[in-house]
């Protein structure tokens, strides 16, 4: 977390703009004493009193009455690292926490009526398609309508590279990691819910710490790609409709070749033929993945 001279040199930095949002994320917030994040909210409101704020923490760092404080005090959205929401896969992580402490966050959450985002990897030991699908499905059914997806990428000098080393641990290819997080999207398409980061970012000087594991620089738009592809070819879709700003989906990887008429439109909305996403998601789901 940032100290309160850096916090005070950032939002001075920014005291002529507007911006739409500020975060404190990438850590735990709520883990640290209660004082101390009084003293950076307060900062906060003090520079920007009507800007939202967003939080990143853990499910099982979150009590009431931490999060009465943040709810009196403008957070609006909460972004919880869930990974899974099955316990022999959590466990296997060491993630610290259950499928219990999951499910009491994400309840303690919505009593609050906060915004949640739930960050979900896929790969991670004893995982599988079904268990990234089931874990989405229920999330899904507890409302949660943001979603961050990660691929497990293997670092030097951590357990899981150890594992690898010892043939322990085999990481997804980059195709299966594609496969798996697009039909993910295709399910939250059907919620109309949302995902606010695909992939896993790593900044240029530390690249050299990857040892394997699916990274790419442009997994969201590969897995976005995707997407779009199983849902023409599995509908045998002849036409597709969408905005400019989702181009990149139709006109890109494998999405070049297809041999269907593209028009871009002024609507908001993508159509498959006269499928709307939201439809077109839900009939060319494989539900049978779930079971």
Known sequence: MPTKKELINTLSFFLNKSPEEIAFYGGTFTAIPLEKQKELIALVRKFYPDTPIRISTRPDELDYENLKFLKQNNVKTVEIGIQSMFDDVLSTANRGH???DNLNAVNLLKEFGFEISAHLMIGLLNDNITKD?????ELLNLGVKLFRIHPTIIFKN????KLYLEGKYNPLSLDEAVNI????LLLIYQYKAKVIRLGYFVP??????IVAGPYHPSFGDMTKSKAMNK???RLNI????YPKKFESWFNSYDNKQLEIEKY????????FDNLSLKEASKRSFRRELLD
């Not at 951590?158 to 590279?161: D, G, M, Q, V």
């Not at 002849?238 to 409709?241: E, Q, S």
């Not at 871009?264 to 993508?270: G, P, Q, V």
């Open 98 to 100: 259950s499928r219990k």
């Open 133 to 137: 699908l089931l874990s989405m499905q």
């Open 158 to 161: 951590t357990e899981l590279e």
């Open 181 to 184: 997080a697009s039909e993910m």
């Open 204 to 209: 240029e000087n530390q690249k050299n710490q």
């Open 231 to 233: 849902i023409i070819t």
């Open 238 to 241: 002849k036409k597709v409709k």
């Open 264 to 271: 871009l439109s002024e609507s908001n909305e993508i159509f």
